[in-house]
T-cell receptor
């Protein structure tokens, strides 16, 4: 099992560009999450999904959109990147009340 | 609003010494997690604590939960260099937050030889 995978691993964008981060899991988990990690702030929840076709806002959703068209995939989109979105992005998945399994992370720099 | 506070935020300790990381949270919780993160890596689950008085141990690490005090501790016994990492606690309340967790800021642990 691959667990949780994320693509790409690294990306550099210019302000105003768009991109999509892909998260995939092969554990048949219902719940999937997108977090961002910034120095000294722990992980903050951006958006999450409790099942295929559903999404919900987390703590810091502004500037991001998500989609969960298939159970195993959770996409995070940035429509118009800003320097404030420079961060490390982690995807995670879980059963409904279970522990989270985290992906390896995507390091995004917005110039 | 659920707030999670860890201290210390940075801990430098000698090999062989003992120390404790504290995780305080602001509202009632029914689950608390401890994670480890190595530099440039993802988060690895260490412990899940689900009830008052819960204690779990793995190697040189022991986690405990006091729900009345809203406090969890991660105790390090006879530290070794391999324990150098960042440690996060994360807290959730199923009734109020569903499956969302709130993370502490993390404690950077450096064990010196």
């Amino acid at each position: 099992n691959a667990g949780v995978t994320q693509t790409p691993k690294f990306r550099v964008l210019k302000t105003g560009q768009s991109m999509t981060l892909l998260c995939a899991q092969d554990m048949n988990h219902e719940y999937m999450y997108w977090y961002r990690q910034d120095p000294g702030m722990g992980l903050r929840l951006i958006h999450y999904s409790v099942g295929e076709g559903t999404t919900a806002k987390g703590e810091v959703p502004d500037g991001y959109n998500v989609s969960r068209l298939k159970k195993q995939n959770f996409l995070l989109g940035l429509e118009s990147a800003a320097p404030s979105q420079t961060s490390v992005y982690f995807c995670a998945s879980s059963y409904s009340r279970g522990d989270r399994f985290f992906g390896p992370g995507t390091r995004l720099t917005v110039l | 609003e659920l707030k999670v506070e860890q201290n210390p935020l940075f801990l430098s300790m000698q090999e062989g010494k003992n120390y404790t990381i504290y995780c305080n949270y602001s509202t009632t919780s029914d689950r608390l997690y401890w994670y480890r993160q190595d530099p440039g890596k993802s988060l690895e689950s260490l412990f899940v604590l689900l009830s008052n008085g819960a204690v779990k141990q793995e190697g040189r690490l022991m986690a405990s939960l006091d729900t009345k005090a809203r406090l969890s501790t991660l105790h390090i016994t006879a530290a070794v260099h391999d324990l150098s990492a960042t440690y996060f606690c994360a807290v959730g309340t199923w009734r109020e937050y569903g499956n969302k967790l709130v993370f502490g800021a993390g404690t950077i642990l450096r064990v010196k030889s």
